[in-house]
């Protein structure tokens, strides 16, 4: 569904064949379409001329109908020819009917339904639990929620999965999407920016399980914000204005969340968003006041930076991005988070400046690691290849 409040063009559309149209605009388009959403529904009466069945429309089925109506009622009593007539209009009627709900039947609501009949016997009665730590999910299931709807999520956002996907799962029970296949306890909080691809955060949430968990990185359980938050019951969630009552801070405040994983691309998106500084501010916070507590983690799709495990190109790509970054200008969507969130932190010892030195820290340090493990396997490379030279 293309956003009509915004200045869209004009689309041709060319029937492509039972269930693909092709859309061709009018003018360039400028506004994003990965996130679409919803069905095409075609309105009376040009329906009677779009649709049909065996590739014929309906207006020339109710002709057909007509003349054959028409010459039966030539030939029977006035009585006969007045009940004929009616169940002709009937039988109009429920043919426009089917067609009407075949239109609905997309393949995306097949495989809602699908879904549900998959996945309900593991959590048949799926009930309201706490808000916070225990809403999360884990590695495995996220996983498997990515494989399910893998040829409708591609390379889109999060943006879709919840309007697409986690709100019309819910909608039935208004649960969060942990609830509705069974809720978990968190031990590790999610920071994320919804614009980047599903299919890149699945794969860095399920690196940084492997990093911590090893073969049980399937156990390990997260809090993510589209899946832990009740979609339908998005104010409660933030707290009805009070931060201190949101879900993120109860999630990342429980005594059970052992650090905050940084879903990160090149861009460093996350850290251009007022509630991912929210989340930032507390990680501090935590750090500072318990030993244990892991910090921020840079997780990308190749692996957790400070462990050294990503991929170069990236980790240089995010410390480039980083060092230039001034964390004061992220965006909000609402000015008054904004505005909550910069008091926060410019309240806190060091302001914006100190968290920007603790990002940078962050990205450096994984530097380091990286930088060490590089030189240490190039070392083993080099004593491997000079043991083949001859004597």
Not at 143 to 155: H, K, N, V
Not at 177 to 192: C, D, K, Q, Y
Not at 216 to 228: E, G, K, L, P, V
Not at 358 to 376: D, W
Request: with cysteine.
């Amino acid at each position: 569904m293309v956003d009509a409040k915004r200045s869209t063009p004009s689309f041709r559309v060319q029937a492509m064949g039972n269930e693909q149209l092709l859309l061709m605009p009018s003018s360039a388009i400028k506004c994003p379409l990965d996130t679409s959403m919803g069905y095409v529904r075609i309105s009376f009466p040009r329906a009677f001329v779009s649709l049909g069945f065996f590739r014929c429309p309906l207006l020339l089925w109710s002709f057909i109908f007509f003349l054959a109506g028409g010459a039966c009622v030539s030939r029977l009593t006035l009585p006969m020819a007045i009940v004929v007539s009616l169940l002709s209009a009937f039988l109009g009627c429920v043919c426009y009917g089917i067609s009407w709900m075949r239109g609905q039947r997309t393949p995306m609501v097949k495989r809602h339904r699908q879904f549900h009949h998959a996945w309900s016997t593991s959590n048949p009665k799926p009930k309201r639990c706490e808000r916070g730590a225990p809403r999360a999910i884990t590695a495995g299931k996220l996983r498997d929620f990515l494989d399910f709807f893998r040829e409708f999520i591609r390379e889109r956002s999060m943006y879709y999965v919840c309007s697409n996907i986690v709100m019309p799962l819910t909608k039935p029970v208004k649960l969060s999407f942990a609830e509705l296949i069974g809720p978990n306890e968190l031990n590790w909080f999610v920071s994320h920016y919804w614009g980047t691809p599903v299919q890149h955060f699945v794969a860095a949430v399920c690196k940084h399980g492997f990093a911590h968990a090893g073969d049980a990185w399937r156990d390990s359980a997260y809090w993510i914000c589209t899946f832990s938050n009740n979609q339908w019951e998005v104010p409660l969630e933030l707290g009805n204005g009070r931060w201190q009552e949101s879900s993120f801070y109860l999630a990342l405040r429980s005594p059970n969340c052992l650090g905050t994983a940084m879903i990160l691309d090149e861009e460093a998106l996350p850290l251009q968003r007022i509630w991912c500084l929210f989340e930032v501010y507390q990680t501090i916070l935590l750090s500072a006041q318990n030993a244990g507590f892991a910090g921020l983690l840079l997780c990308t799709s190749t692996g957790v930076l400070q462990q050294g495990q990503a991929g170069t190109d990236i980790a240089m790509a995010v410390a480039k991005r980083l060092a230039a970054l001034d964390l004061r200008n992220a965006q909000a969507s609402d000015e008054g988070d904004r505005l909550m969130i910069h008091g926060l932190i410019e309240a806190m010892p060091g302001g914006f400046d100190a968290m920007n030195q603790f990002v940078r820290e962050s990205i450096r340090n994984a530097l380091v690691t990286m930088h060490q493990q590089f030189l240490g396997t190039c070392g083993n490379h080099s004593m491997f290849l000079q043991a083949t030279f001859p004597l």
